[in-house]
């Protein structure tokens, strides 16, 4: 059977490209898939040869498909609780944590890492669904002073063993005292970028996101021509590695048909919460052993 030729495919509009296409062309990709309405670089090599590559040394990926839903305005903070049953006010300002997006009967709309850029203002790392969407529709009823928008930020991951003297080469010793899901704004050569200590990986690793997207190819081959010591190699998202370190995938592992609890997700959900004005106890029914039992960050994606 003849492989069907992906070049027939039609492209335009509305299959954006990242800030990183071109850059990314001139190192072979080999596949591409849609993700929040973008094209989205899948492979370099064979999957296992990018796996080895991962746990041994440095890899990059073009994750700007995780497009950022920005919450701000003087109801933000608000806003941002109503979207979740995690109790953000634990999340710091310069802190992440990673959240559900949780529609009024409990199904997971998304599972984004949420970021608190201030105290009003939040962003939302989002996986492959219109949550901008349905956060603008539910803003139209809250009766809340809030502003929704998809802020111009492109994620790129540094992750694996090495990644550490990568991001150290490009942005100096400090960065190296980021905690576990915290970030700090800074810039590399005159671009603007917010720097966390995150990842899809479970391995040591940073994402960069560019706040400048006509620099997106300098950006690119900075972070090549810095890793280049550390044997650093672009590939796809390692689907492998994040199985093995118990990391969900949404549209794949979760859907809106499931709920955090059936997830196991319980650690992410309140039992003070409310979703939408239902409260979780009585939408979820189940048998609390004390608020403790829900409110560690111990396991990872925190």
Not at 193 to 207: A, D, F, M, N
Request: aromatic share 10%; charged share 25%.
């Amino acid at each position: 059977m003849t492989p069907f030729d992906m070049s027939l495919v039609q492209s335009g509009a509305r299959l954006r490209r990242s800030p990183y296409f071109e850059a990314e062309q001139r190192y072979g990709p080999k596949g591409y898939t849609v993700y929040n309405h973008m094209l989205f670089p899948i492979r370099y090599d064979d999957l296992e040869a990018e796996y080895r590559h991962l746990l041994e040394h440095v890899t990059l990926w073009d994750v700007a498909v995780e497009r950022c839903l920005e919450i701000s305005g003087p109801d933000g903070f608000a806003f941002a609780q109503l979207l979740t049953p995690r109790d953000l006010s634990a999340c710091a300002v310069g802190q992440a944590k990673y959240v559900l997006v949780c529609a009024p009967d409990g199904g997971v709309l998304n599972d984004p890492v949420l970021t608190r850029m201030d105290e009003n203002r939040f962003w939302l790392a989002l996986a492959s669904s219109d949550v901008l969407l349905y956060a603008k529709g539910l803003a139209a009823n809250a009766g809340m002073d809030v502003e929704l928008r998809e802020v111009d930020a492109a994620p790129l991951q540094i992750q694996g063993p090495k990644s550490k003297g990568v991001v150290r080469d490009l942005f100096g010793d400090a960065v190296l005292e980021l905690k576990y899901y915290f970030f700090t704004e800074t810039e590399v050569a005159g671009i603007p970028v917010v720097v966390t200590r995150t990842g899809w990986t479970s391995e040591v690793g940073y994402e960069i996101y560019l706040l400048d997207p006509s620099r997106g190819v300098e950006l690119w081959e900075l972070i090549m021509d810095a890793g280049r010591p550390y044997e650093i190699r672009a590939t796809g998202p390692s689907d492998i590695r994040r199985i093995e370190g118990g990391i969900l995938n949404w549209g794949a592992d979760m859907t809106y048909e499931n709920n955090p609890f059936e997830l196991g997700l319980d650690r992410l959900v309140d039992p003070r919460a409310n979703l939408h004005g239902r409260p979780v106890e009585a939408l979820l029914p189940r048998r609390w052993e004390g608020d403790d039992a829900l409110a560690t960050d111990e396991l990872a994606p925190m």
